[in-house]
Nanobody, 127 residues
Framework: QVQLIESGGGLVQAGDSLRLSCAASGGTFSWYAVGWFRQAPGKEREFVAALSWSGGNTVYADSVKGRFTISRDNAKHMVYLQMNSLKPGDTAVYYC????????????????????WGQGTQVTVSS
């Protein structure tokens, strides 16, 4: 079982960049597919990006494609979300998620496919 702790959120202006980090502990992290989700006030949690445990397969929500990059460092048990050209619409609590897999190339884009979640980190983008 893996525990996840996000960090790196904050208040930024439109056009700025932020890098979110997710530290994993417990379990065999390199055998986990990982993802980032976000939840704005009054809205459902939505998919942002996902990455296979091999690191070679990624997928992004259309709303962040070309601006956000998900990556991982299995040796450090870390997952990252680099967010560039931030917009007010990106304001949300961002959550890191993980799910153990047997196939190195698989990733998941639905919340119900993940068993492990962090507590979230707030990102606020002002106009």
């Amino acid at each position: 079982q893996v525990q996840l702790i996000e960090s790196g959120g904050g208040l930024v202006q439109a056009g700025d960049s932020l890098r979110l980090s997710c530290a994993a502990s417990g379990g065999t992290f390199s055998w986990y597919a990982v993802g980032w989700f976000r939840q704005a006030p009054g809205k459902e949690r939505e998919f942002v990006a996902a990455l296979s445990w091999s690191g070679g397969n990624t997928v992004y929500a259309d709303s962040v494609k070309g601006r956000f990059t998900i990556s991982r460092d299995n040796a450090k048990h870390m997952v990252y979300l680099q967010m560039n050209s931030l917009k007010p619409g990106d304001t949300a609590v961002y959550y890191c998620a993980a799910e153990d897999v047997n196939v190195p190339t698989v990733y998941y884009i639905h919340t119900y496919e993940y068993d492990y979640w962090g507590q979230g980190t707030q990102v606020t983008v002002s106009s």
